[in-house]
């Protein structure tokens, strides 16, 4: 089956209530206890039928991974303080907020089930990462732009060190994911992220 790319600007008024219901009823369905998440099921609780559901996505790991990624962006907003220290500050505190609760299982939940599943994996990286570390690189842009952030970093290293701490202990367990190991993390990746005077002299005092 081919693949059919849609969102809110491209669909009918009466398509995007159905998208809207199916992305609902996805999202309560993974975070509730019980069976494995089917198209099925989605179909009943959305009342959108199984064909319409399969005209816009390919299998429920494209409505799970797209459903979550709304959520998400509804959840963690883009800050733009003026400082590229304090936006940063507060967007790894959000994105870390947000896996540290309920969430934040399903959200393993969703990585664990397309482990494995390569089709899965490039659902999961163009759907739902791809347009998260977008948001990154704009507030990461703004930083550069203000000569706050060193300019010859590589932001998808930079993107890595400050969100990859919560996957790890998201995914491990191993830890609490919480706002003062938000904060440690931010100050730890900007000492060698900022330029001279920039973010990195507002962490440490200096």
Known sequence: MTEQKTGPATLRP??????????????ELMREPGPE????????RSGVSKATIYKHWPNKTAVAIEAFAEHMATQVALPDTGSA?????????S?????SSADGQTFAGLIAGVHGDETGKRMFVERFLHSRREGVRTVWARGVDRGEL????????????????????????HDTVGPDFADAVTDAALRGLATRGGPRAAATGG
């Open 14 to 27: 009466r398509s995007q209530r159905a998208r809207a219901a199916v992305l609902k009823a996805a999202t």
């Open 150 to 173: 060193r300019a010859d970093v590589d932001v998808e290293v930079a993107i890595d060190l400050l969100f990859g701490p919560a996957i790890f202990r998201l995914m491990t367990g």
């Open 85 to 93: 220290h304090t936006d940063l500050r507060e967007l790894v505190r």
């Open 95 to 99: 994105v870390f907020a947000f896996y």
């Open 37 to 44: 998440l089917t198209v099925d099921a989605i179909a009943t």
